[in-house]
C-alpha cells in the first residue's frame, strides 16, 4: 500500500498516512525505494512529500540506526515547492525535522 510521508511542523512529528490511516512519529526509517511527490497546486499543506510501498519503520532504535551511515540531507523548499532530490533509497527521518539519505555500512 502506498504511504506518503511528511512533517507536520505545528505538532514537530512526522506523518505517515495511506488511504486507511494516518500515524505520527518522532523518528521514521524508511528502507527501500522512495519518491518526491509534488502537489503545488494543492490550497493547504502538504504540497510536497515522500512516498513509498517499502517497509517503513517507525520509531526505530539507536541499534538498528548504527547500521546505516547518513549520506546527505532530502531538503523540501517549501516556497518553490522543490525538492533536491526526487527518488532514491532509504531515508531516515529525524527528531529534529531533518530527513536524511542514508546508506547501509559494509561491514567487511
Known amino acids: ?61 539507536a541499534g538498528m540506526l548504527e547500521q546505516y551511515e547518513k549520506v546527505e540531507k532530502l531538503m523540501y523548499d517549501k516556497e518553490k515547492v522543490h525538492f533536491n532530490l526526487m527518488r532514491g533509497k532509504d531515508l531516515f527521518f529525524a527528531e529534529d525535522g531533518t530527513c536524511y539519505i542514508i546508506k547501509k555500512i559494509n561491514k567487511n
Open 1 to 61: 500500500m502506498k504511504n506518503k510521508i511528511y512533517r507536520c511542523n505545528c505538532r514537530k512529528t512526522w506523518s505517515i498516512q495511506n488511504r486507511k490511516t494516518k500515524i505520527s512519529a518522532q523518528t521514521i526509517l524508511l528502507h527501500g525505494e522512495w519518491m518526491a511527490e509534488l502537489k503545488p497546486e494543492r490550497k493547504s499543506d502538504p504540497k510536497g512529500f515522500v512516498s513509498t510501498n517499502q517497509a517503513i519503520i517507525i520509531n526505530p532504535e
